[in-house]
């Protein structure tokens, strides 16, 4: 497909045609990251005639040097982006509410054994929470927009997230946390698009972001070297490292740098008796800072018929209505039960 076709692609896909004249007034705070893909959506969204800004968060007091410093470079390319479209750009400093709504939490994990997924609560708090109420509010936007690969859909007056059409890249897991109210201010240009087709438009665009790589460090904190990063919040705490028989093989240097199914960096080889399958970590004692391996990846320690599951998020208020953990004196404490007794429909 060549350039000018994958633009015409891209249009139709966002649905230009059918935007109203009132709503083609409206205006849209695009969060402009420095990537590729809000890069496009904010040309998507222009393209379909919302008036357009865009918005750089620096949720992070940068403390690394300039080996991780990025967030001078990722503005920089926001702002290239925003002048090449011919929109303003906003930025603002969200780090007191990163550190207090994301960080603490993603500690407060780590020091309970579990591995944590920042990103999700990273979209809660900040970018569908505090970006969404400061450009409604200090910059009157009637919708903010993000470079998620996820669809809108907006059915008998509520609006309800679906995965993104790239399989590859479909981000909806990521918000699972986000209200019908929240999805109904938010637009996902690029959610109609796969990847390489953004990276077209952008590319013909002429966008300084055309080829720039994919993040995949933590959310706004960035890529670095995690075990020295995290080593720096949470202190190091060297354990035993005991196999599911009891016998002792090794020694971790903290529990938090281990998550369950881990294969590498455990320092551990083969057994006395020879065998040199790896081991895997099926187990965490956090009470007695144990490490907890077994050894051949069909071990049944590696096996589960079940899981307990946290933080559940209802997308249809109706059918959870008669589900128990909504009843009772202490209504969804503790959101657990057993997967054999609800199953997702």
């Known amino acids: 497909m060549n350039g000018e076709r994958v633009l015409e692609y891209a249009a139709s896909k966002f649905n230009v045609a ?10 849209v705070i695009v969060g402009m990251s420095g990537g590729v893909d809000s890069s496009v959506s904010a040309y998507l969204l222009l393209q379909q005639g919302y008036k357009v800004e865009g918005l750089f968060m620096k949720n992070w007091e940068e ?3 300039e080996e991780y410093c990025t967030a001078a470079a990722d503005l920089a390319d ?14 603002v400093n969200f780090a007191a509410e ?8 993603f500690l407060e994990e780590y020091k309970a054994g579990r591995t944590p997924n920042p990103d999700i609560l990273c979209n809660k708090e900040i970018k569908f929470k505090a970006f969404l109420e400061f450009a409604a509010e200090d910059l009157g936007a009637d919708y903010i927009a993000t470079g998620h690969y996820v669809r809108r859909a907006d059915v008998d007056g509520k609006s309800q997230l679906l995965r993104g059409l790239d399989g590859n890249k479909d981000q909806s897991y990521f918000l699972y946390t986000l209200s019908h109210e929240q999805i109904a201010q938010s637009l996902f240009p690029v959610g109609e698009l796969e990847k390489p087709q953004v990276r077209k438009i952008a590319e013909e665009l002429d966008l300084i972001t055309a080829k720039k790589k994919d993040s995949t460090g933590i959310c706004f904190i960035g890529e670095r070297k995690f075990r020295d990063f995290l080593g720096r919040y949470l202190p190091a705490q060297p354990g ?15 529990l938090m740098y281990h998550t369950l199914g881990q294969r590498k960096g455990l320092g551990i080889g083969g057994t006395k008796e020879g065998s040199e399958d790896p081991w895997y970590v099926v187990d965490k004692d956090v009470e007695n800072n144990i490490l907890i391996v077994a050894q051949g990846h069909d071990h049944p320690r590696l096996m589960s018929v079940g899981l307990i599951a946290q933080q559940l998020h209802w997308v249809n208020r109706e059918t959870a209505a008669g589900h128990p953990a909504l009843h009772g004196e202490n209504p969804l404490s503790p959101d657990r039960y057993p997967l054999h007794r609800y199953r997702a429909g």
């Open 98 to 105: 990163y550190w207090d709504n994301v960080f603490e939490l």
């Open 78 to 91: 926001a702002q290239a982006v925003c002048d090449k479209l011919g929109i303003e750009l906003h930025t």
């Open 18 to 27: 059918s935007i109203s004249m009132s709503e083609s007034q409206k205006k």
């Open 63 to 65: 403390d690394d040097g």
């Open 240 to 254: 035993k490292i005991l196999t599911v028989d009891g016998e002792e093989i090794g020694t971790h240097q903290g």
